[in-house]
């Protein structure tokens, strides 16, 4: 291949697939990129945009224009071109996660235990969901402020309230209250956080990237396939870890070991998260479509004024 015509922003695999977004997520989502430090990955920005610009320094191959684009799209948000902050990366959900599931799940059984966990974790989301926005669409310090407390508050009153609610079921039920909250809270957290995008809506464009306006709909489709996307992420590790541990919990070799339970929760929960962070990326494509008869009749009818049948369907960034 001539590299001055490799063009760095075709996907390296079909994205029209599950398994091609699948080697995509794994790629930019490997959790080894956050160790480098933000010189590296400047350096990689810089190729990956000499590339884009047709000129490649000599002696670059092809494989290290990959690598500089895997760094780029693991650190760089897609709208803005700026350098994500670290802790919001997809690339340290599996550090991040891992830590803070494992403690979610270890100490469920005292509220102060369950409220300060569940702190943590929405803490860690809010940042994360604002990370990843849609970032054409502004969101204000105050509406930052309203997502946050209201994600918060989700998901203390749903943890606190089932935690008291199974104090008489059988004990499983009550290991799975952490995982309640969590999907409670991102059904309240992610538009909240977007809510821009919901009262003004996305912008689309055509299939070459031209911008045709902005869609409450496409909005609508793009957060609710997050939020589909984050419960999917966190669900394996959160419901059969669980019965994993009580299972194990029955045996003395645990027994005597009871200090060991919760790194030992960590690092199982890492291991379905190494997975189900790109698995759960990659459920539908960050590129989203909507045929152009499901938008606002005012978009559709000024898209088909002005092209007629020309354009058929719209895309849009829906965000991670």
């Given at each position: 291949?001539v590299?001055?015509?490799?063009d760095?922003?075709?996907?390296?695999?079909?994205q029209?697939t599950?398994?091609?977004?699948?080697k995509?997520f794994?790629n930019?989502t490997?959790c080894?990129?956050v160790?480098?430090?933000?010189a590296r990955l400047?350096?990689a920005k810089?190729?990956?945009?000499?590339?884009?610009?047709?000129s490649?320094?000599?002696?670059?191959?092809e494989e290290?224009?990959?690598y500089a684009k895997?760094?780029y799209d693991s650190?760089?948000?897609?709208?803005?071109?700026?350098?994500?902050?670290?802790?919001?990366?997809m690339?340290?959900q599996?550090p991040?996660?891992?830590?803070i599931?494992g403690?979610?799940?270890q100490f469920y059984?005292?509220?102060?235990?369950?409220v300060f966990?569940q702190w943590v974790?929405?803490?860690?989301?809010?940042?994360?969901?604002y990370t990843?926005?849609?970032?054409?669409?502004?969101?204000?310090p105050k509406q930052i402020?309203?997502?946050?407390?209201?994600?918060?508050?989700t998901?203390?009153a749903t943890?606190?309230?089932?935690?008291?609610y199974t104090?008489?079921a059988?004990?499983?039920v009550a290991?799975?209250?952490?995982?309640?909250a969590?999907?409670?809270?991102n059904?309240v957290?992610?538009?909240m956080?977007?809510q821009?995008?919901?009262?003004?809506?996305?912008?689309?464009t055509?299939?070459?990237?031209?911008r045709?306006?902005h869609?409450k709909?496409a909005?609508v489709?793009g957060i609710?396939?997050?939020v589909?996307?984050?419960?999917a992420?966190?669900?394996?590790?959160m419901?059969?870890?669980?019965?994993?541990m009580?299972?194990l919990?029955?045996?003395?070799?645990m027994q005597?070991?009871?200090?060991?339970h919760?790194?030992?929760q960590?690092?199982?929960?890492?291991m379905f998260l190494?997975?189900?962070?790109?698995?759960?990326c990659s459920?539908?494509?960050?590129?989203?479509?909507?045929?152009?008869?499901?938008?606002e009749?005012?978009?559709?009818?000024?898209?088909?004024s002005?092209?007629?049948?020309g354009?058929?369907r719209?895309y849009?960034?829906?965000?991670?």
């Amino acid at each position: 291949m001539v590299l001055n015509s490799l063009d760095i922003d075709a996907p390296r695999w079909d994205q029209s697939t599950f398994m091609g977004r699948l080697k995509h997520f794994f790629n930019i989502t490997d959790c080894r990129t956050v160790l480098l430090s933000d010189a590296r990955l400047d350096e990689a920005k810089a190729l990956v945009e000499t590339c884009r610009a047709g000129s490649i320094p000599p002696g670059t191959t092809e494989e290290q224009l990959y690598y500089a684009k895997k760094l780029y799209d693991s650190a760089f948000h897609p709208d803005t071109g700026d350098r994500m902050n670290l802790i919001g990366r997809m690339s340290f959900q599996v550090p991040g996660g891992m830590a803070i599931t494992g403690f979610m799940l270890q100490f469920y059984r005292t509220v102060p235990a369950v409220v300060f966990w569940q702190w943590v974790n929405q803490s860690f989301n809010a940042l994360v969901n604002y990370t990843n926005r849609n970032a054409a669409s502004p969101i204000t310090p105050k509406q930052i402020g309203v997502a946050y407390v209201t994600a918060t508050s989700t998901a203390l009153a749903t943890a606190v309230g089932l935690n008291l609610y199974t104090k008489k079921a059988p004990p499983l039920v009550a290991r799975w209250v952490p995982f309640a909250a969590v999907a409670a809270a991102n059904c309240v957290n992610i538009p909240m956080m977007r809510q821009q995008e919901l009262l003004n809506g996305i912008a689309v464009t055509d299939e070459n990237g031209n911008r045709l306006g902005h869609s409450k709909n496409a909005a609508v489709k793009g957060i609710t396939q997050v939020v589909i996307s984050r419960i999917a992420m966190a669900a394996p590790g959160m419901i059969i870890m669980p019965i994993i541990m009580q299972r194990l919990e029955k045996f003395k070799f645990m027994q005597r070991i009871a200090y060991l339970h919760a790194p030992i929760q960590v690092m199982m929960v890492g291991m379905f998260l190494i997975f189900m962070v790109p698995a759960a990326c990659s459920l539908f494509p960050q590129r989203c479509s909507m045929s152009v008869w499901k938008l606002e009749p005012e978009l559709r009818d000024s898209i088909v004024s002005e092209y007629g049948d020309g354009i058929e369907r719209v895309y849009f960034n829906k965000g991670l």
